[in-house]
């Protein structure tokens, strides 16, 4: 069973994506920031994480940049889902380091398709 973090400072959002995530049999947990994120991976490492961008404390760009440059996490999946979908956003995303970037408002199969990929390998 796959353990998939949800860091999401929108309450009805981060309600969503957890009910949707847990509907396909996934172990799902939360938090509302970055810095919530970062204390949650280092006591227990997910499988994947799906991030926002725009958060109080600290962004998911920089919650992403410092996964990624991380031994014990940089081979985590991140998938980005924010509000900001314009391209260059996008760009910057996987810049990050971030495996896929979803724009919202999204698609649920959108969302779970790429999760389970992710998570496949």
């Known amino acids: 069973m796959s353990t998939v973090l949800i860091v999401e400072d ?4 981060r309600e969503m994506i957890i009910d949707l ?3 396909t049999g996934l172990t799902v947990t939360y938090a509302s920031d ?3 994120a ?3 991976i ?3 490492p997910p499988d994947l994480v799906v991030l926002d961008i725009v958060m109080p404390r600290m962004n998911g760009y920089e919650v992403c940049r410092r996964l990624k440059s991380d031994p014990k996490t940089q081979n985590v999946p991140v998938v980005m ?10 760009y910057w995303g996987m810049k990050q380091g971030a495996d896929a970037y979803i724009a919202k408002p999204f698609q649920p199969t959108e969302l779970v398709g790429t999760v ?3 998570l496949r390998g």
């Open 34 to 36: 970055g810095v919530e």
């Open 42 to 44: 280092q006591t227990a």
């Open 81 to 90: 889902c924010s509000s900001k979908g314009e391209e260059f956003d996008r």
């Open 116 to 118: 389970k990929q992710l």
């Open 21 to 23: 995530l847990k509907a």
């Open 38 to 40: 970062l204390e949650a």
């Open 10 to 13: 929108s309450l009805a959002q």
